[in-house]
């Protein structure tokens, strides 16, 4: 069965769903063109995976009329590869493959496309891919495009004088026009799909449009109708599982080099990765004394990621992922067998329990320090003598409660459920017991 | 399915001119002749050739069949140390060609032509028709080479004549009509070459004369003979943009 994702890319600029503004100015620049060489004589498409980069680049040359020469991930792109076919097709005069020859000066210009221009040179392992980019731009009467999903790591280093020479244009995640591209090709189709399925679908691509026309496909294969019961049957489109299998890849590997492109290909965090790792080195190093070495690793990479923060000098992320990917997978001695049962982080599982809980004793501090003029952070060191005061004098509890305006469920931070609910009832009917206290509060210093 | 065999140098030759622009390439076997035809992945060179049935040693193909081959690996086999004269070619089996070299014999995966597209080659008009022994142009390629990357190709009545212009040194060779084969050439016409192609193309010309076709910034097309008069390769290349 032919792939929807295929069968459905947009031939046209105008079929493109979302990102008008980023069409806008990809048009713009290719109107450019026609009146001879621009400035920016190359444009980078920057954006996550899914949102029609790559479509967006075909769909303009043809708009234009343009033929379209491109280099992918799948070819080995090293700097020779790149100045062999971009450099020479920048300069050059141009053959369609339609058998025809046609001249920038008529305006029949190729458009080069270099898709996943962010990751070039690690397949290659050579690091003239970047130079490679950058003379082919700086010589080309053609125009070019560099599709990447991470500008930044397009424009650093050999990257830099890029900037200058290209326009920078953001595809942004495409969310409210999902819905409708999903619903015209179930008409297409012919297959009836009930709202929530698309729905769902639609929220959970969160604005990845391959992925979530993939998904239709998969729930649509070979059914004329779906209804709502499909959404059980999707599951989640995971990261989690992406992130297993990159972990398991991780404390798998012998050397760092493929540690580290593993980790680089799971495109989290090193600082979420960290917990991941943490939790599961232990179920995969048997051997106490690699256990040993790898946590020494992790313990070098938090440090770094530590300064990372404090400094928010990200640079400092490559000491961490070197440590923390490479170091930890040459740590071990042999290579264990069996692929045991990983978990997810336990930090993360307790703090996500913990939420709730959290965030009442943060807002009882809060109103607290407010009160004693100070931060809530400050006033949580007091929560413990305010315990005691409040347990011993339950009318000054009441008291405090009415002050401050502590809810019950706050109050049952400090005291036990029992006695939080007396209090509260005390401070809702005011101090029945007589006697008016001499001050008006402990914290009234008015 | 067919047989085959033909002399080792012919394949060769082949194989060295075609390899300079593609790695793949689609080979059109007819009853009788061999053809192909491909444009480079910058679509800035192509290479026709074809080669007629009589300049094989055995030619027994019934029906038209295309054969994608990846040209490293009929290269690999050509680099043996044999005194081999002759390859066998024989097609039998749906996606394998074996190749037979004398006591040798190799089982070749064939590529999905499915995945080629057929390319066509554009009919251009280049009114200057420069006929010029292959030694000459080698010369002055290989002086290019030294001071420049690009080359000029120009002619007038009077001659031919290959100008490569470096940042500090400039090369120019002039073959005056009388030292050129033949000469048909009204105006003076000026095509700017990348000297990368060119030379690829000129060295891979195995023939004694070239027949070199020229417009004014208009593609250059060169033709020569291949197994004697069986076999003809023609190279179109596109010219460099100059600025403005």
């Known amino acids: 069965m032919e792939n929807w994702t295929e069968k459905y890319r947009p031939t046209s600029l105008d079929e493109i769903a979302g990102n008008r503004k980023a069409l806008q100015q990809l048009r713009q620049w290719a109107e450019q063109w026609d009146r001879g060489t621009p400035d920016r004589r190359a444009v980078i498409l920057s954006g996550t995976p899914g949102v029609g980069k790559t479509s967006a680049a075909h769909a303009l040359a043809r708009d234009f009329g ?36 046609v001249s920038s000066r008529t305006g029949g210009h190729k458009l080069i496309v270099l898709d996943e221009a962010d990751n070039l040179y690690e397949t290659s392992g050579d690091r003239g891919g970047k130079r490679a980019i950058v003379d082919t731009i700086s010589a080309t009467r053609q125009p070019i495009v560099l599709i990447v999903n991470d500008y930044y790591e397009l424009v650093k280093g050999g990257g830099a004088p890029l900037r200058t020479l290209c326009r920078h244009i953001q595809f942004w995640e495409v969310r409210s026009e999902l819905r409708s591209v999903l619903q015209q090709i179930c008409e297409s189709e012919g297959v009836r ?21 993939n998904d239709l496909q998969t729930v649509c294969q070979g059914r004329r109708e779906v209804g709502p019961e499909a959404v059980q049957s999707l599951g989640y489109r995971n990261r989690e599982k992406k992130i297993f299998d990159g972990i398991r890849e991780i404390l798998k590997a012998r050397d760092m080099q493929t540690a580290n492109k593993v980790a680089r290909a799971i495109d989290e965090p090193p600082d979420f990765l960290i917990l991941w790792l943490d939790e599961n080195l232990p179920v995969e190093y048997q051997k106490p ?8 690793f992790l313990a070098a990479a938090d440090v770094f990621l530590g300064r990372t923060r404090r400094r928010q000098h990200y640079g400092l992320w490559r000491y961490a992922c070197d440590l923390m990917f490479g170091g930890v997978a040459v740590a071990k001695t042999r290579a264990y067998a069996g692929s045991p049962r990983y978990h997810f982080p336990s930090y993360l599982r307790k703090m996500s329990d913990s939420k709730s809980a959290r965030a009442t004793r943060r807002n009882l501090a809060a109103k607290i320090g407010r009160h004693l003029h ?4 400050k006033a949580t060191d007091l929560l413990p003598p305010l315990q005691r005061l409040m347990s011993a004098d339950s009318a000054l509890a009441a008291r405090l409660v009415a002050q401050t305006g502590i809810a019950e469920d706050e109050l049952a931070v400090i005291l036990d459920k029992p006695r939080a609910q007396k209090i509260m009832a005390l401070a809702q009917n005011g101090p029945a017991h007589g006697q008016q206290p001499a001050q008006q509060s402990l914290f009234d210093y008015r | 399915m067919f047989q085959v065999t033909i002399k080792t140098d012919y394949l060769r030759n082949i194989v060295d001119a075609t390899s300079i622009l593609v ?45 994608a081959v990846d040209l490293d690996k009929l290269k690999s086999m050509l680099k043996l140390p044999s005194t081999e004269e002759v390859i066998s070619l024989i097609y039998e089996e749906e996606g394998q060609l074996v190749v037979h070299m004398g006591n040798l014999t190799r089982h070749m995966s064939l590529l999905d032509t499915a995945d080629m597209a057929d390319t066509k080659i554009p009919s251009l008009e280049l009114s200057t028709e420069i006929v010029v022994k292959t030694a000459e142009v080698y010369k002055g390629v290989k002086a290019s080479e030294a001071v420049s990357d690009h080359i000029a190709l120009s002619a007038n009545p009077e001659g031919f004549e290959l100008t490569a212009q470096g940042d500090t040194d400039t090369v120019s060779l002039h073959i005056s009509k009388d030292q050129l084969v033949s000469l048909k050439c009204k105006e003076q016409v000026r095509s700017l070459f990348s000297l990368d192609y060119f030379s690829d193309m000129v060295k891979s010309v195995k023939s004694e004369s070239l027949k070199i076709y020229l417009g004014n910034d208009y593609p250059v097309k060169m033709l020569f003979e291949l ?18």
């Not at chain 1, 799909?193 to 026309?213: K, L, Y």
């Not at chain 1, 004394?289 to 020494?296: E, G, I, N, Q, T």
């Not at chain 2, 004697?228 to 403005?244: N, Q, T």
Request: aromatic letters at 8%; hydrophobic letters at 40%.
């Open chain 1, 66 to 101: 343009w033929e379209v020469i491109e280099l992918n991930a799948s070819d080995t792109r090293s700097g020779d590869i790149i100045r062999r076919i971009a450099l020479s097709g920048a300069v050059n005069e141009t053959f369609t493959g339609s058998g025809e020859y």
């Open chain 1, 374 to 377: 100070m931060s809530g952070m």
């Open chain 1, 289 to 296: 004394a690699d256990l040993a070495r790898a946590y020494r």
């Open chain 1, 193 to 213: 799909v009930h709202q929530d399925v698309i729905r769902h679908i639609a929220s959970q691509a969160e604005g990845d449009v391959r992925g979530a026309i």
């Open chain 2, 227 to 244: 197994a004697g008069d069986h076999g003809e390769v023609a190279y179109l290349l596109a010219p460099r943009i100059e600025s403005e």
């Open chain 2, 23 to 67: 790695d793949e390439i689609k080979l059109h076997f007819t009853p009788d002749q061999v053809y192909a035809r491909a444009v480079d992945p910058a679509h800035v060179g192509m290479v026709d050739f074809k080669l007629k049935s009589e300049a094989f040693e055995e030619y027994d193909v019934k029906e038209d069949v295309d054969l």
